[in-house]
């Protein structure tokens, strides 16, 4: 699961691209929640990696994290467009990379800069 994928399923279901959106809407925030809550749970990156990915600070994505949980327990409609944005990132999802090939790879790309 990469940050691009987990943000094109929220903008299939919200309708909103957190990239572009600058916006404090509950809407937009919700989003933002959405997405921050899943890359830290289902990639291996640190929440500064993806803070810097939508450009805001570590704390900032530690806080989604937390919230996203707990309107998930409190918001049904938050639960389900969160459900939804896992389903068709499960869908698309491809072959889990091996330690070894992850590896492999960083050192490519290592060797590339």
Do not use: P, W
């Not at 094109?8 to 809407?25: M, P, Q």
């Not at 994290?65 to 698309?92: H, P, Q, S, W």
């Amino acid at each position: 699961m990469t940050l691009e994928s987990i943000t094109e399923a929220i903008k299939n279901v919200t309708n909103i691209d957190i990239l572009k959106e600058k916006s404090r809407h509950r809407d937009v925030v919700d989003a933002r929640k959405m997405f921050g809550h899943i890359a830290k749970n289902h990639t291996l990156l640190t929440y500064q990696a993806i803070g810097d990915y939508i450009r805001k600070n570590h704390a900032t994505i530690m806080h989604y994290n937390k919230e996203a949980k707990i309107l998930c327990e409190t918001d049904k409609t938050f639960k389900r467009k969160f459900d939804r944005v896992l389903k068709i990132l499960k869908k698309g999802k491809k072959q889990n990379f091996t330690r070894e090939e992850v590896i492999e790879l960083v050192q490519y790309l290592k060797l590339r800069n």
